[in-house]
């Protein structure tokens, strides 16, 4: 079991930066690859970014690359979403997730993640 808890989302304007980190517990957080995904209401679940296991590996979506960072901290069992030039299109709920079935930084139609937080709603005005 994996538990997830996302924290730092709110309301910024366009070209602000904000910092998601996502909090986990249970299975030791240095074995599984951790997922950022965002979703707004009447669209379906976007991927964002993924970092592997070891934190060495990341992957990003088209429309966050050079913009977004992922980030983990195998100590303190966090994972981090830096966001900097923001757009009014990033606007969405985000989500992470853990996939206790890969380790690595891939990311495709057919993964499957095991676990997700609640989400954390972030705003983006223009």
């Known amino acids: 079991q994996v538990q997830l808890v996302e924290s730092g989302g709110g309301l910024v304007q366009a070209g602000g930066s904000l910092r998601l980190s996502c909090a986990a517990s249970g299975r030791t957080f240095s074995t599984y690859a951790t997922g950022w995904f965002r979703q707004v209401p009447g669209k379906e679940r976007e991927f964002v970014a993924r970092?592997?296991?070891?934190?060495?590996?990341?992957n990003y979506a088209d429309s966050v690359k050079g913009r977004f960072a992922i980030s983990k901290d195998n100590v303190r069992n966090t994972v981090h979403l830096q966001m900097n030039s923001l757009k009014p299109e990033d606007t969405a709920v985000y989500y992470c997730a853990a996939d206790l079935t890969s380790s690595g930084s891939y990311h495709g139609p057919s993964t499957k993640y095991d676990f997700w937080g609640q989400g954390t709603q972030v705003t983006v005005s223009s």
């Open positions: 970092i592997s296991a070891s934190g060495d590996f990341t």
